[in-house]
């Protein structure tokens, strides 16, 4: 039982190494560079609740070609949401027909790539809750809570026992469309988090940055409703609450949403890690969806639309961090 991870960043590693040191066969596909580190350095698996696991780099195989996919039964897609269509060319051409695909991207339209582009397979959508934070001493620290979840499929039981062994059970459910949009509302923060600058704990712990967010799901809901669309519970609090939760002052909502808080404070938002290794973002695949969604029933985002662009921005260097209130004052504009 052989496993690939196709796109070997930080949620990749971080899962794919789990299942290596859990006596798993895994084989992890990415660049050069990352090769090169893990070579020299290792891995050093954390998380929030103090596991620290070593691999030394001759413990981790790792591939630049896609030709690595060939032996795989379970193939794990971790590539960015702009990548779908290239991983799913590369799995048709290097992967066995059997072998069952499970995409942990971040976003709502990575299965249907995949799945159009890999007719006659088995091809899952799965959501990953959790943050993941690639630290100095190519440390992967898995920053914040939660449970793998995965469309319910009979090809997912060779696997549970295994992922449930490497601490990284799989939930199984039946809408997986409905937890994929209730994912992107809690990531619409991605952009909040990253045009602030800060670490995700202090962002959440001011009302200015909440406000924003509180913006963005609110304008998102509204597009969902006119869709049709009903996004599934993830956090604690229901997505139509989430907005006026979001905008209590900083010492009732310390109080009321504790959980929410309950982040390392070394978290940082994937898109906060891309602007600082100056690679572009999944902004399209994220505040872009919910811009798109509404063109498409002839309805404007503006706040959501205004932050991508934003983002667009800071990814060719032109932004610096933005203060809560200057951020509202630029979505609000």
Known sequence: ?????????????????????????????????????????????????????????????????????????????????????AAASAIAGWAKPAALVVSLQNGVGNIDTLRSLLAGRQVLAAMVPFNVVQMEGNRFHRASGGELMVEAAAGLEPWLALFRQAGLPLQQCQDIAAVQWGKLLLNLNNAVNALSGLALKSELSQRAYRRCLALLIEEALAVLRAAGIHPARIAKAGPRLLPALLRLPDAIFTRVAATMLKIDPEARSSMWQDLQARRLTEVDYLNGAIVRLAESLARDAPANRRITALVHAAEQGGLQPLSGAALYRALRA
């Open 1 to 85: 039982m052989n496993i690939a991870v196709f796109g070997a960043g930080a949620v990749g590693i971080y899962v794919g190494a789990s299942l290596l040191a859990a006596g798993a066969d895994v084989v992890l596909i990415g660049r050069a560079r990352m090769r090169g580190q893990i070579a020299s350095q290792g891995l050093l698996l954390s998380d929030l609740e103090g596991r620290r696991q070593r691999l030394e780099g001759d413990q981790v195989p790792y591939q630049e070609s896609p030709s690595a996919l060939a032996a795989a039964d379970l193939i794990l897609v971790t590539v960015k949401s702009a990548d779908s269509a």
